[in-house]
T-cell receptor, first 113, second 113 residues
Framework: GNSVTQMEGPVTLSEEAFLTINCTYT??????LFWYVQYPGEGLQLLLK???ADDKGSNKGFEATYRKETTSFHLEKGSVQVSDSAVYFC????????????WGLGTSLAVNP | GAGVSQSPSNKVTEKGKDVELRCDPI?????LYWYRQSLGQGLEFLIY????????KSGLPSDRFSAERTGGSVSTLTIQRTQQEDSAVYLC???????????FGPGTRLTVL
């Protein structure tokens, strides 16, 4: 069935370190892929998205590329900041009519100064 | 403009009681989604509304759960005879149309004692 597998956390990095959070998905059809972020005490917000194969989503220095051949959508950032500390969720919407989101379990990131 | 709002922000109830959770979507958004975020289980889809109709209720965990939407706007999620396993954060999201970005509310944290 449809599912998302993302790297387990927590991930702890020093400021300016390189970040990768792996995400792979199992889906039928051609879903759109998303990364959502939840900062401490705040609601979920969209970080970036990609709607077709080989698309690259980017925002706030984060990037992820839709890789259909490996069914992956790994999140990367070249130099993390303390303010990036949050929980990151990989998700996709199903290719059916309702576009409900299927979620990974989330990866907690802590960036130390 | 205002985002998605939810009320109450926190709800503590006793096992066996009924609860109602409210969601006010962004004005003009036709699609509305309810999700549940449980500790250790991530986010799961509950129900989807397009306008006032709910073409996908497949995520509702039992017949104790129901939801309605009136006037193509406000939605209420009702849980009857609450159980301890219902404790979770209930999230509402809306989007302008199918496949568009979903905007999330801050959630209602439900605790069933």
């Amino acid at each position: 069935g449809n599912s998302v597998t993302q790297m387990e956390g927590p991930v702890t990095l020093s400021e300016e370190a390189f970040l990768t959070i792996n995400c792979t998905y199992t889906a039928t059809g051609y879903p759109s892929l998303f990364w959502y972020v939840q900062y401490p005490g705040e609601g979920l917000q969209l970080l970036l998205k990609a709607t077709k194969a080989d698309d690259k989503g980017s925002n706030k220095g984060f990037e992820a590329t839709y890789r259909k051949e490996t069914t992956s959508f790994h999140l990367e950032k070249g130099s993390v900041q303390v303010s990036d500390s949050a929980v990151y969720f990989c998700a996709f919407n199903n290719a059916g009519n309702n576009r409900k989101l299927i979620w990974g379990l989330g990866t907690s990131l802590a960036v130390n100064p | 403009g205002a985002g998605v709002s939810q009320s109450p922000s926190n709800k503590v109830t006793e096992k066996g009681k009924d609860v109602e959770l409210r969601c006010d979507p962004i004005s003009g958004h036709t699609a509305l989604y309810w999700y549940r975020q449980s500790l250790g289980q991530g986010l799961e889809f509950l129900i989807y509304f397009q306008g006032n109709s709910a073409p996908d209720k497949s995520g509702l965990p039992s017949d104790r759960f129901s939801a309605e939407r009136t006037g193509g706007s406000v939605s209420t999620l009702t849980i009857q005879r609450t159980q301890q396993e219902d404790s979770a954060v209930y999230l509402c999201a809306s989007s302008h149309g199918q496949g568009d970005e979903q905007f999330f509310g801050p959630g209602t944290r439900l605790t069933v004692l």
